[in-house]
């Protein structure tokens, strides 16, 4: 029986490109208690392979995390499917706001320790004991309240490109080092402020919000579907649209654009852009924002070096990386002394 993919990321590229056919982006998470997570991680991996559902997965004791791509034709039996699972039944699904047949090229399921890295212990507080899930309506409404603080709970890389106006964007790395951060810079504001927070799809802010409560917070809201839903909802009832900017994904397409404005710059230049970009130098990989112009002039690098090093043969390259653990720079998306605007 297969419970693992068998086909490289190029293979399963040409068959989607020779396939053509409509693929729908989406997310969704549950937080439930999961006996036995490797045999629930096979149990979707079997299902989901036969229905050609492609994506990054996390199961864990505590629930599952899921970005998927699903074939259009197939949405209804992919729903009808996590609807028999008790905990999914109904869950809210995000849609993406912008497609890509090749938003995911395999599907990974993976058995982690939680479905967000948190660092947090949950075994010192109530995780049930979530914040208010509020609509794009009430996020609206809240916002323009004097007596709220918005918070963006995304890593630096992720605000860079899109926002909420007037919302504290903390220079982190990830979202466990946010945590603590954020409280330490809000603890005066526990007992009589509006502590309003916002993510990609949620996930984060459905663990952060109990947190935060726990540590003494009276008022806490979080936006209901995140970023993804709220613009779905912004759309569809002609509301203002507080968001500027690309929402940042964790798939191929990188960010999904909501409105045209640029605010974020050329990490090399220093002119104005959103597009993030990986190294062309696989041993290098780093995540950043480059222009048009300097992808051309670095031929896709961060660096002259990675430059040199990419322009070599292939064996070559692979000889060099031989014996050597990931770089480091892999997981210090858009900060690298070699980025002139972007340390």
Known sequence: MQLYNKLSAKEREALLEEAGEDRLTLSFYAYAKIGNPELF???????????????????????????????????????????????????????????????????????????????LNDETFDVTNKGVHVDAAKF?????????????MRNHYESEIGHFQGAITPDVDTFRDSLP?????????????????????????????????????????????????????????????????????????????????????????GKACDTHVNCANEACHLLFIQCEKCAQKMNNCCSDNCKEIAALPYEKQKELRK??????????????QVLKFKQ
Request: net charge positive.
């Open 323 to 336: 014996g050597k653990g990931a770089s480091n720079k892999i997981f210090k998306k858009g900060r690298s």
């Open 41 to 119: 991680r096979n149990h979707l991996f079997i299902a989901w392979d036969q229905m050609d559902v492609l994506g990054r997965i996390y199961v864990a004791h505590e629930g599952i995390n899921a970005q998927l791509s699903v074939p259009a034709k197939r949405f209804n039996e992919f729903k009808e499917f996590i609807d028999n699972i008790y905990f999914l039944e109904n869950v809210r699904l995000n849609i993406a706001i912008e497609h890509d047949i090749k938003s995911f090229l395999k599907l990974k399921v993976k058995v982690r320790k939680k479905i967000v890295a948190d660092g």
């Open 140 to 152: 609206n409404e809240l916002i323009r309240d004097p007596n709220t603080v918005l918070v963006d």
């Open 181 to 269: 951060i954020i409280e330490e810079d809000l603890k005066d504001y526990k007992e009589d402020k509006n502590l309003v927070m916002y993510c990609t799809g949620g996930i984060r802010c459905e663990k952060a919000s109990a947190y935060y409560k726990h540590r003494g917070f009276k008022n806490v809201f979080q936006l209901e579907g995140g970023i993804i839903e709220y613009t779905r909802q912004v759309e569809k009832q002609k509301l203002e649209n507080k968001f500027i900017g690309k929402n940042f994904v964790f798939d191929h397409r990188r960010a999904e654009r909501i409105t045209e404005d640029v605010i974020a710059q050329c990490h090399q230049c």
